[in-house]
């Protein structure tokens, strides 16, 4: 399906950055005007997957992440959020839910799982040592489907 | 993300606006912590009507101070949960740990008060 | 001075990414609090560079834009807009107020002079046949001092 | 950007709304050109109460539209302007050309009406 509009955004890993990362994926999905509550099930499986590279991937350590967005002609977002830090050993595991390799900082080991839920797909790519990519798709409605109640 | 924190008796009310995520969850968890610590907090009441976003962070966050409150058999409720809060809470399983209620007298009257 | 968080963003050179490079930039600097005017003046030299790069750079033929900003200790903006389109062969000239090449388009050769106004430095590096960078900075003022009023 | 257009008499009001720049300029001109194409508008009146934002694209299609009124000596005026459109204009002198007004009955005032 052709490719209608596309962005790639390199972000340091800072958790004052996840904010940032939601507005900018969620200003770019507005251009189709989805509806609120698309625009927040994007929002927060951005938040999920940048907060994942941060605390995870990179140990709070700092690094980059490199957030692509592609929108096809079908109203199909496609969001990919990459980073190169230490990866994921046990893909399966780590997609469970309540699974966490961090309880001691308070991790609910949800991520993933909320991924899923407010995403059509989501597939994760992880080499140990090398870094994560997660790639996540949502079809949107446009205004003429019963849009129009986002403002961004 | 803003806190807003009151007093009386043993429970402790807790607004919290804006967006509740990885970064803000450190704050919320330091300023309940700071009220907890003085030793008079029983309950917790989370006032989330101004709350416009939660991820599984902020979930994390409330989980671990519900946790704390279990220590001395204490509550958590929460009041004014707009939608996608609200999803969170359901899709997660938070409202069987955290219940909700419509308002805030709500919340008083099923501690009791 | 140190940099505190920066960000680089690559997007096709189509117009209705015009108002998309604004809703960015502005979003990124509102993390320091400043007033509404100062994101205003900066959205507005964003719009100027990014238009400029699309019709003028790439003739309205699509293309990459890359914008780079970059936020240091006191408090500055660096705004960095880079194309690879045809370059500018006299920037002495193009820089003149009501200079445009381009009449036909109704363009009102006001854009740099309006970069210029609304940012505390504009410097502009091209090469015919490369493309064209333009570096901005502005320093911004901060909750503290006065801002609070936006709320992007 | 929305547009909003009323005629009475020879005079038009045209109601911009949003943002005005480069990529809906080309909008705003396609919709005043398909009025002045029917023949019966002499002045236009800009109302831009709404118009959040306009950079150096919008005010070549302004500047566009005053030249075509110039052919038949018709006026263009301007009220309502925010101050980021009103600076615009100052800055750029196009307040010399398309005079700002504070109200709708004061333009109509200063043609005459
Ligand atoms: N980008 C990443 N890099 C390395 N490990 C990751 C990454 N994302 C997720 N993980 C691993 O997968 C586990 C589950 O992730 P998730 O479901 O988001 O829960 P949580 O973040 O609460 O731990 C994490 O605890 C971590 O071990
Ligand atoms: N990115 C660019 N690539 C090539 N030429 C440019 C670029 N930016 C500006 N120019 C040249 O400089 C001239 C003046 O630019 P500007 O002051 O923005 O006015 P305008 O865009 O209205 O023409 C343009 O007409 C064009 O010839």
Same mark, same amino acid.
Not at chain 1, 28 to 39: G, K, M, S, Y
Not at chain 2, 48 to 72: A, C, H, I, P
């Given at each position: 399906?052709?490719?209608?509009? /596309?962005?790639?955004?390199?972000?340091?890993? /800072?958790?004052?950055?996840?904010?940032? #990362?939601?507005?900018?994926?969620?200003?770019?999905? #507005?251009?189709?005007?989805?509806?609120?509550?698309?625009?927040?099930?994007?929002?927060?499986a951005v938040?999920e997957a940048v907060?994942n590279a941060?605390?995870? $991937? /990179?140990?709070?350590?700092?690094?980059?992440?490199?957030?692509?967005? *592609?929108?096809?002609? +079908?109203? *199909?977002?496609?969001?990919?959020i990459?980073?190169?830090?230490?990866?994921?050993?046990?893909?399966?595991? #780590?997609?469970?839910?309540?699974? *966490?390799?961090?309880? +001691?900082?308070?991790?609910?080991?949800?991520?993933?799982?909320?991924m899923?839920?407010?995403? +059509?797909?989501?597939?994760? +790519?992880?080499?140990?040592?090398? $870094?994560?990519?997660v790639?996540m798709?949502?079809?949107?409605?446009?205004?003429?489907?019963? $849009?129009?109640?986002?403002?961004? | 993300?803003?806190?807003?924190?009151?007093?009386?008796?043993?429970?402790?009310?807790?607004?919290?606006?804006?967006? &509740?995520?990885?970064?803000?969850?450190?704050?919320?968890?330091?300023?309940?912590?700071?009220?907890?610590?003085?030793?008079?907090?029983?309950?917790?009441? &989370?006032?989330?009507?101004?709350?416009?976003?939660?991820?599984?962070?902020? &979930?994390?966050?409330?989980?671990?101070?519900?946790?704390?409150?279990?220590?001395?058999?204490?509550?958590? &409720?929460?009041?004014?949960?707009?939608?996608?809060?609200?999803?969170?809470?359901?899709?997660?399983?938070?409202?069987?740990?955290?219940?909700?209620?419509?308002?805030?007298?709500?919340?008083?009257?099923?501690?009791?008060?």
């Amino acid at each position: 399906m052709e490719v209608t509009n /596309y962005f790639t955004l390199t972000i340091p890993a /800072y958790s004052r950055n996840e904010s940032f #990362a939601r507005v900018v994926v969620a200003a770019f999905a #507005a251009q189709l005007d989805p509806t609120l509550e698309e625009i927040n099930e994007v929002k927060t499986a951005v938040s999920e997957a940048v907060t994942n590279a941060i605390i995870h $991937g /990179y140990g709070e350590k700092g690094g980059e992440i490199v957030i692509t967005c *592609t929108l096809r002609a +079908d109203n *199909t977002l496609e969001v990919i959020i990459k980073d190169t830090g230490v990866g994921i050993e046990d893909l399966e595991q #780590a997609r469970e839910p309540l699974f *966490t390799t961090r309880p +001691d900082l308070e991790r609910s080991g949800m991520g993933f799982t909320v991924m899923e839920e407010f995403m +059509d797909s989501v597939s994760v +790519d992880s080499k140990p040592g090398q $870094g994560t990519v997660v790639t996540m798709t949502k079809k949107l409605s446009t205004g003429e489907q019963g $849009g129009h109640e986002t403002n961004l | 993300m803003k806190i807003t924190k009151q007093q009386s008796g043993d429970i402790l009310v807790v607004g919290v606006s804006g967006e &509740l995520d990885h970064h803000s969850s450190a704050l919320l968890k330091s300023e309940i912590g700071a009220e907890l610590d003085k030793g008079g907090v029983r309950h917790i009441i &989370l006032d989330l009507r101004e709350l416009t976003f939660m991820d599984s962070s902020g &979930l994390g966050v409330l989980l671990g101070r519900y946790k704390e409150l279990g220590k001395w058999q204490g509550k958590m &409720l929460a009041f004014g949960l707009q939608p996608v809060v609200e999803k969170m809470f359901r899709l997660t399983g938070l409202n069987q740990l955290i219940p909700v209620h419509p308002d805030l007298a709500s919340c008083y009257k099923a501690l009791g008060v």
